[in-house]
């Protein structure tokens, strides 16, 4: 099948459907029940983080869940890792694709010693250079190299879809 110049892979619904999935997917792989770090990628990762973070306080309230940014790319300060150590850390980003950032974030928190690190990404879309595979995803996508996948985000960081195009 030909991909369109804007194809849409992810509606809203979809989006929503797959956040609280993995949400879900988080509270059943805690098993130890240890705080619970979301390490959003950049400003996609960490919207991305902040709506699952939500759904995990609506089902959880009692679990101790904290969200942050992670810098991956130097876009902003540096927080606070030590809240890291022996959690269960979730780095998210929007797409994963040759797993540099992936690798890049798993390096800047490996010093804090998260008990546990688990990686998700909305879309994966192939083609590693590094062995990182996401262990939470919502859709996998395999995709030429000449395509581009975006999350697109609304009002208050709201994912509002997932779209390939080609360059």
Do not use: W
Request: proline share 6%; glycine share 6%; charged share 20%.
């Amino acid at each position: 099948m030909s991909v369109s110049e804007n194809h849409q892979l992810l509606s809203p619904a979809r989006i929503s459907r797959t956040l609280t999935r993995i949400a879900f997917q988080i509270i059943e792989d805690n098993t130890e029940s240890l705080p619970i770090c979301l390490c959003g990628i950049d400003e996609r990762g960490h919207a991305l983080a902040q709506s699952i973070s939500g759904i995990l306080n609506q089902h959880r309230p009692a679990q101790n869940v904290s969200c942050f940014k992670l810098p991956v790319k130097n876009e902003g300060p540096a927080p606070e890792l030590s809240i890291l150590t022996n959690s269960f850390a979730i780095i998210i980003d929007d797409v994963i694709f040759s797993g540099n950032t992936m690798f890049s974030a798993l390096r800047m928190i490996d010093e804090h010693r998260p008990k546990m690190v688990k990686v998700a990404a909305l879309v994966d879309r192939g083609h590693r250079s590094y062995p990182v595979e996401a262990d939470y995803t919502g859709i996998v996508s395999p995709t030429k190299l000449n395509e581009h996948v975006r999350c697109l985000f609304g009002e208050g960081n709201t994912p509002l879809k997932v779209v390939i195009n080609r360059n």
